[in-house]
Every structure is written in C-alpha cells, then in structure tokens.
C-alpha cells in the first residue's frame, strides 16, 4: 500500500490514517444515517412502495419497454452516426483544402451545438416538414439529434485515430504503389480501428445517457419517461429514481469496463500499433490528447 | 428578417446559461479537486469513497440527475435551498446542484490524469525532504498538474455549457427552454435554430481557443 505521494506508512502515519478513517467514516456514516431518518420521515422506506420492483408486471409494463427503446436509439444512432463519423474523420484529412475545410466546419459547428437543442430542431423540422406520424416522431427526433452530434465527435476520434498510426505507413504505401484512396482504405483504416474501438465503445455510454433528454423534452418513451408513468401509478417517485439510476450504472458500467478490458488487451497484443485513443484513462497524457484531439469544442457530456 | 425576435428575451436567456455555466464551474472545480485529492490520499477508505463516487455518478445521465433533484430533492423531502417561495431561484439552485454533482466526477479525473504527468522524481524528492502527503499533494504536485490539465478542464468547461441546456428540463429559464417554446410558437424554424446555435458557438468557440492557447502557454515544459 504505498504510492508515488506517501511513503509506506510507519507506526505514526498508520495510526494516523486509522485515526482518518475512522473520523470519515463516522462522518459518511452520519450522512447516510441522516438520509435513512429522511427517507423514513417522508415515508419512503414503506414496503408499499418497493413492493412493485418485486413483482413481473413494473418491469414487463414500463421498466423493460423503457429500456428497449433506450437502447434502440442508442443502436441507431451508434450504427448510423459511425460511418459519418468516419466519411467525415476521412475528409478532414483530404488533402483538397476546400473538403478540408468544409468538413472541418461541419464538424466543428455541430459539435459545439448542445445535443438537446439539436434534437429540439430535428423534431420541429418533422413536424412541419413530413408525414412521421406523431408516435415515431420523438424517435426520430432523438436518433437525429444524437447522430448530428455524436458523428462529429466520432469524427474527431477517426481523425485522431489515422493521425495516431505511424507516418511510415502511408510512405510504405505509397512506395509499393497504392493510390491515396488504397492507401486509406487498405493500410490506414484497419490499423486505425483497432486504436479506436475502447473510444468508440465509450462514446456509447454518452449516447445512451443522452437519449435520457428524449424522454424528458419530447416525450420519447424511453428509460426516464417509463419512470415517471411507473411512478404516477405506484406513487413511488423515489424508489422509482433510484431503481432507474441502478439500471443506468449497471448498463454503462458494463460498457466502461468493456472498454477499458478492450484497450489493455489492444495495448498488449503485438498485432495492433499499441496506439489507444481514450480521454479518461489513467495512462494516456492529457496534453498529448489534447493535441490530438484539437482544441475546438469537444468534451466529455 | 430578424422581427420574430421581438417580444422573447434572447439575451436574457442566454444570460441564464452563462450564470449557470459559472456558478455550475465553479462548484465542481472545488468539488471535483476535493475527490482527486481523495482518490489519491493514504486513507483507504476516502479513496474508495471517492472511486464509487466517480464511477457511479459518471454513468448517471445528467438528465435524471437534474430531474431528481426537482422531483425528488425539492418536491418529496422539501428542499427549499435557501429559496422557500421562490420557484424560478430554487430550480435555478436545483440545477446548478445537479451539475455540480455531475461534472465533479469529470474534473476529478481530469485532475487525476494530470496528477500522474508529474515525473515521480519530483514526488520522491519532496518526500525525501521530509514534506508529508498534504505538503507534497498542495505545494509540488497540483500546482504542476493544474497547469498541464488546463486543456482536459477546457473540454470539460464546453460540456458543462452544452449541459446546461439540461436546466430546461426542471423550468429553468434558459436558452434551450425559450429556443423550444419560440420554435413552437414562431414559423421561422430555421432561422430561430440558427440563432441559438450561433449563441452556443459564440460562447464554446472562444473558450476552447482561450483556454487552448493558456494550456499551451502555462505548460510545464519538460
């Protein structure tokens, strides 16, 4: 137990550190005691309302439907966002300065556009503009909101991929005779997908949370939005919250840790380029990120 | 060409975004230090508080997290946060605490990745002089890691003005909450998106390039 900031502790600093423990957990142990004495004023902890988690039909009527469509625009935006994401990725690296260019701009704009305002606009647009019956609509409002901006962001890990691989690469290419779109597409493209995917995978969790904003906003029937008619028939607002964030962390835990298992195994094994594109992993070097990824408006929602 | 803006208060919706971002940045820069400290400190059990704390907050979406705080913090225990009959300034309140909560986790693994940039020489030096935990973490190793995470912080900044926008779900009077009602009511659809996307670039471009060129300048050169 020791690290690069400590030493190993000796007796004083054991002592010393039971003694934090101890005075934190005391103070984390009054904290949730006093949430229990709430929860139990305001009638929360009564059997009444957990009771229906219990049972098959909360979760066949509005929790598992909820989810569905919850992953369902996940999907489909995930599988159409990924290869815009990638045309666009491809066309910032053209070497034409106007496709360049407007690639660049394309994406810039629409990653410093707030998803929630994206999605506001694509449901107003259908509304005027086509016949989307009004029980699809708020899908496709989603699924157009979250593929405008999440291709962008996609883009930029694309960009950040093929810039990532060696430039030995391409000149290797280009001395055996490829063309600039063999090249891209024989040599580049594969290597850098495997760089990409623990980014790709954890772009999902950001899609997935924000398909959240579809329920609330649009009346999209997803996760959240089953959670307020579960509890308008349950009368239980709190039990419900907390059984739909449970549900949430397990969904993208389970996508964090696989991305995380995914990028140290691309790291050990000798077939890939070594190279892994992730922002919130310990070993990475922001600044080196940073430049990578640029300094337009992108981020972590 | 521009008349359907007459009669909504655009810039003081934009205004209400701003606020939010600041006193939302502010909040989870104190708050999300404090976790980095704790995720690093000797004390076990902080630093396994701090881990759950990230790991579970970060898979929350933010939405849920800002419609609870409405629905469950002020509705069923009656949190008034200082603003018991004033409904605009308690959902304001409720949001900045939703965001804060969230963004916390984001700037504490900013913070963390930055702490490991620091070369362990300088760590062992400081130790080997005697300084104790709390000197070495405050006097040589967050002062170098702020600097090379201004850029990772940059980022987290822009997204936390992009989730503001979320504030709209609980009533705050913000720029997505009129952008939704104007576009209902007006039919300039695409000129009124036009409007509030270009609001939102101007306030997320010049940060990014404002703090990008700080993060470069500031930059511990090794």
Redesign the interface.
Known sequence: ?S?????T?GPR?KRR?VL??VI??VL?ALLLWWVWL?MDE?N?LTWALWKPFTQSQAWTTYLLPGLADTLKAAALAMVIALPLGAFFGIARLSDHRWVRATAGTVV??FR??????LM??AN??YV?SSGISSEDRPLYAVVTGLVLYNASVLAEIVRAGILSLPKGQTEAAMAVGLRKGQTMTSVLLPQAVTAMLPAIVSQL?VI??????G???LGFTEL?NARQTLAAVYAN??PS?IV??VI??V???LL?SFASWLERRLRRSKKGTGVVLG?????????A??KS?G??????? | MFDFLEGYDVLGAFWMTVKLTALSALGSLVWGTLLAAMR?S?????RG?GTAYV??V???????II??TS??LA????MTMGASDDVDALSFRLAVLGLVAYTAS?VC??I??????VP?GQ??AA?AIGLS?SQ??SLI?LPQAFR??I??L??????LT??T??A??IGVAE??LL??EM??NEAQ?LAI?AV??FG??VL??P???F??WL?KRL?VKR
């Not at chain 1, 997935?208 to 904003?213: E, G, W």
């Not at chain 1, 922002?279 to 922001?286: A, K, Q, S």
């Not at chain 2, 940059?154 to 997204?159: E, K, M």
């Open positions: 137990m690290s690069v900031l400590y030493d502790p600093a550190n934090f423990s934190f957990f984390l709430t305001k929360q810039e704009f410093s556009i707030p998803v929630l305002l506001l606009f107003e647009l005027r969790v997935v949370k924000d398909t959240a904003l329920g609330v906003m959240l607002v709190i919250f739909v964030a949430y962390i969904l993208n835990f964090t922002e919130d992993t310990v070993e990475v070097n922001p600044a990120v940073q990824f300094t337009g408006a992108g981020g972590t929602t | 690093v000797p004390v076990p059990l902080m508080f790991n579970i970060r898979n929350i979406p933010l939405t849920v419609v609870f629905l469950g509705d069923i225990f009656g984001f693994e900013a963390r990745s930055g702490i490991n940039t362990v760590a062992e130790r935990f070495v973490l190793v090379s995470v850029g990772p940059a980022n987290v900044l822009i997204a992009k989730n926008t979320v709209a779900a720029a997505a952008m939704k576009i209902e659809t998106g509030f996307a939102f670039v997320t471009l940060t990014g390039l703090l990008g993060s930059a």
